[in-house]
């Protein structure tokens, strides 16, 4: 127990000396000393070669003779674009004047009044046709639960049958096998792979 209390005496002491010392170093000079010291990131620093100024001014040259080789390249397809094969429009058509529309005689302002009248009174009478059709469905659906409450509290059953999903409402006929048999002697093949990926210049 004795020797116990002096190891954890020192390690207390030396503790405190490495705490109270600079850099976190540790003066205690007992063998049971935890030392630490703190992290040194540093380096020497690497000594740059010299390199002869013709090999430096080649890759200069080089680079900017890529440089100018791409840029010449993106000049030469700046009006070009990547197709999209879902849309094939004819060449004809993409001309700006073959497309604009030109009516031959201007509509008069008695004929515009008329067209905007009689846009008003279609909209009008969709939204009355709307309407109705609206009020029709919720009296029906009110009129149904009504008709469910009701035959409910006379006969459970009855109900359940009422609300039971009818099959004869989706008919539906499959005849053949519901499984089908494998083929002997199947030999199953690995596949193709076909590259058709269109390259574009510029890429």
């Given at each position: 127990?004795?020797g116990?209390?002096i190891i954890?005496n020192?390690?207390?002491?030396s ?14 000079t ?7 010291t703190?992290t ?8 740059k070669?010299?390199l002869d100024?013709a090999?430096?001014r ?9 440089l100018?080789?791409r840029i010449?390249?993106l ?5 070009y674009m ?8 004819l ?8 497309r ?6 201007p ?13 008003r009174?279609w909209?009008k009478?969709k ?5 109705k059709n609206l ?7 009110v ?5 469910l409450?009701?035959?409910?509290a ?13 099959n004869?409402?989706?008919p ?8 089908t ?11 193709e792979y ?9 890429e």
């Amino acid at each position: 127990m004795i020797g116990v209390l002096i190891i954890a005496n020192a390690v207390f002491r030396s503790c405190i000396c490495s705490v109270s010392n600079l850099r976190n170093v540790s003066t205690y000079t007992h063998p049971l000393c935890f030392r630490t010291t703190e992290t040194l990131l540093g380096e020497p620093l690497k000594k740059k070669k010299k390199l002869d100024p013709a090999i430096v001014r080649v890759r200069e040259e080089r680079k900017r003779r890529k440089l100018e080789k791409r840029i010449r390249v993106l000049e030469k397809h700046s009006g070009y674009m990547k197709p999209i094969f879902e849309i094939n429009t004819l060449p004809e058509l993409i001309e700006k004047e073959n497309r604009s529309c030109h009516l031959t005689v201007p509509l008069s302002e008695e004929e515009i009044k008329r067209r905007y009248l009689l846009e008003r009174e279609w909209s009008k009478y969709k939204q009355n046709q709307w309407s109705k059709n609206l009020h029709v469905i919720k009296s029906m659906t009110v009129s149904q639960e009504i008709a469910l409450k009701e035959l409910k509290a006379v006969s459970k059953q009855l109900y359940k049958k009422a609300v039971a999903f009818d099959n004869l409402c989706l008919p539906y006929n499959a005849v053949g096998p519901a499984h089908t048999p494998p083929i002997n002697n199947y030999d199953s093949p690995d596949g193709e792979y076909t590259e058709t990926t269109i390259k574009y210049p510029g890429e």
